[in-house]
């Protein structure tokens, strides 16, 4: 019976060993210093990712963007968030009713502003992202307020030459 788990863990293993796949996402494995994160970042970017910022409601470049697509972390590039899940809140900033990619996405307590809310982080660029609320529609009944200072977004048009084709099935039925 034990010889029935010893082929399959031995197989699966080589196969890691030998780097058929098990091959780690750009942003995974990049780590920049302040320095640099600065350097690439816009005055106001570097603000909301890095010092925990806000940017101005209604005057910032996605909160009413309507094209298809996936909002990715400025700093990192891992992905956060699809178009298939953005609405308009009415809040002036671009919301969202869950994350793309739930494991890159970290929620912290944040005690600030004389109330209780949760942050919303990315996980491998540590970027502030923004807040997320439980008075967002369904089926979720989040609303995953972001900055737009902390995405980027990648048009449909452009997920492949971006590295990020695999999302493209996502959009295959979308206006």
């Given at each position: 019976m034990i010889r029935n788990y010893i082929l399959p863990f031995f197989i699966v293993f080589s196969l890691g060993?030998?780097?058929?796949?098990?091959?780690?996402?750009?942003?995974?494995?990049?780590?920049m210093t302040k320095e640099q994160i600065k350097a690439k970042l816009t005055?106001?970017?570097?603000?909301?990712?890095?010092?925990?910022?806000?940017?101005?409601?209604?005057?910032n470049d996605y909160w009413d963007n309507k094209k298809a697509g996936?909002?990715?972390?400025?700093v990192s590039g891992e992905p956060l968030f699809s178009s298939l899940d953005k609405f308009d809140s009415g809040t002036g900033w671009p919301s969202f009713t869950?994350?793309?990619e739930a494991g890159n996405i970290v929620l912290h307590k944040d005690f600030s502003l004389f109330t209780t809310r949760t942050e919303v982080r990315s996980r491998y660029g540590n970027s502030h992202l923004?807040?997320?609320?439980?008075?967002?529609?369904?089926?979720?009944?989040?609303r995953f307020c972001m900055n737009s200072a902390a995405l980027r977004f990648i048009g449909v048009d452009q997920l492949e030459k971006e590295g990020y084709g695999r999302y493209l099935p996502l959009f295959k039925d979308a206006p």
């Open positions: 060993v030998t780097g058929v796949s098990m091959a780690a996402e750009p942003w995974e494995s990049t780590s005055p106001l970017q570097y603000k909301v990712t890095q010092n925990d910022g806000t940017e101005p409601p209604f005057r996936i909002y990715v972390d400025i869950a994350p793309l923004g807040h997320v609320f439980d008075d967002g529609p369904p089926p979720t009944g989040k």
